[in-house]
Nanobody, 123 residues
Framework: QVQLVESGGGLVQTGGSLRLSCAAS????????MGWFRQAPGKEREFVAA????????FYADSVKGRFTFSRDNANNTVYLQMNSLKPEDTAVYYC????????????????WGQGTQVTVSS
């Protein structure tokens, strides 16, 4: 089992920045990939970014490419999502995810989920 705990959400104005963190614990040596999804009110949960553990290759949704950066701290089994130039449409609950075997953009493929952290961008 892998446990994920997110932190770093909050309220920010348009154009501002936030950094989300996700600390993984448990059987972290089994992780193949980690990622972030988000869900806005009344909308489907959508892919934001992912990172492949073995080579730290990152993947981003088109809507965040160039504004968000996904990184990792190997020593602490923690990943970060640096979010810059935030827009009101980035408002959502952000979920950290992990999987032991795959890296995809589908929310159905990730085995482990955090509890979510709220990000609100005011206009």
């Amino acid at each position: 089992q892998v446990q994920l705990v997110e932190s770093g959400g909050g309220l920010v104005q348009t154009g501002g920045s936030l950094r989300l963190s996700c600390a993984a614990s448990g059987r972290t040596f089994t992780i193949y990939a980690m990622g972030w999804f988000r869900q806005a009110p009344g909308k489907e949960r959508e892919f934001v970014a992912a990172i492949r553990w073995r080579d730290s290759r990152t993947f981003y949704a088109d809507s965040v490419k160039g504004r968000f950066t996904f990184s990792r701290d190997n020593a602490n089994n923690t990943v970060y999502l640096q979010m810059n130039s935030l827009k009101p449409e980035d408002t959502a609950v952000y979920y950290c995810v992990a999987d032991r075997t795959t890296i995809t953009t589908s929310r159905y493929d990730y085995e482990y989920w955090g509890q979510g952290t709220q990000v609100t961008v005011s206009s």
